[in-house]
T-cell receptor
Framework: AQKITQTQPGMFVQEKEAVTLDCTYDTSDPSYGLFWYKQPSSGEMIFLIY??????QNATEGRYSLNFQKARKSANLVISASQLGDSAMYFC?????????????FGQGTRLTINP | KAGVTQTPRYLIKTRGQQVTLSCSPI?????VSWYQQTPGQGLQFLFEYFSETQRNKGNFPGRFSGRQFSNSRSEMNVSTLELGDSALYLC??????????????FGPGTRLTVL
């Protein structure tokens, strides 16, 4: 079954440091997509970055990069030079076929707190 | 371009009542998905509509239903509300159905409280 695991319920990082948020996934579908979303306290989910299962290069979007290790089934999010505004919940998600239908499955999230 | 809008933002209902939530996708987006977010269960997929047809469905009881109109706006209905239905309901839109590589853009959510 499709499953996303985020093992870090919370993380505390000093401003300007780099931070890595862990995400592992489980799927038997060869075609899938991996997403990272940020959810501030306001509740809105903000799309950060996407990685397709067939993409050869790791995805990057500004300060965000995705460390995609397909054999290990991991898709860690790296935020470089963290800022106070990065404090939020971060969700890893996978799009794949679940019970015959395309669905987006989310991990439990990691609460990131950036300290000044 | 305006983002995804959801109305109302907050709602308080009592057990046994029904509720209808509305979602207007980004202009040009034809796919609308609904999610329930609770502290205990996290984010769970409810269903997805594409071109007025339900394309995908999560594991929720039949009390949860939805529809999509010709202008891509979508409504979600929950009948016979239970205390456990208290949650943040998020709507997301994308250009095409979940079956392709398109990211979803989320709305601010509707926070439903069932008393």
């Amino acid at each position: 079954a499709q499953k996303i695991t985020q093992t870090q319920p919370g993380m505390f990082v000093q401003e300007k440091e780099a931070v890595t948020l862990d995400c592992t996934y489980d799927t038997s579908d060869p075609s899938y997509g991996l997403f990272w979303y940020k959810q501030p306290s306001s509740g809105e989910m903000i799309f950060l970055i996407y990685q397709g299962s067939y993409d050869q290069q790791n995805a990057t979007e500004g300060r965000y990069s995705l460390n995609f290790q397909k054999a290990r089934k991991s898709a860690n999010l790296v935020i470089s030079a963290s800022q106070l505004g990065d404090s939020a919940m971060y969700f890893c998600a996978m799009r794949g076929i679940i019970q015959g239908a395309q669905k987006l499955v989310f991990g439990q999230g990691t609460r990131l707190t950036i300290n000044p | 371009k305006a983002g995804v809008t959801q109305t109302p933002r907050y709602l308080i209902k009592t057990r046994g009542q029904q509720v209808t939530l509305s979602c207007s996708p980004i202009s040009g987006h034809r796919s609308v998905s609904w999610y329930q977010q609770t502290p205990g269960q996290g984010l769970q997929f409810l269903f997805e509509y594409f071109s007025e047809t339900q394309r995908n469905k999560g594991n929720f009881p039949g009390r949860f239903s939805g529809r999509q109109f010709s202008n891509s706006r979508s409504e979600m209905n929950v009948s016979t509300l239970e205390l456990g239905d208290s949650a943040l309901y998020l709507c997301a839109s994308s250009l095409v159905s979940l079956g392709t590589y398109n990211e979803q853009f989320f709305g601010p959510g509707t926070r439903l409280t069932v008393l």
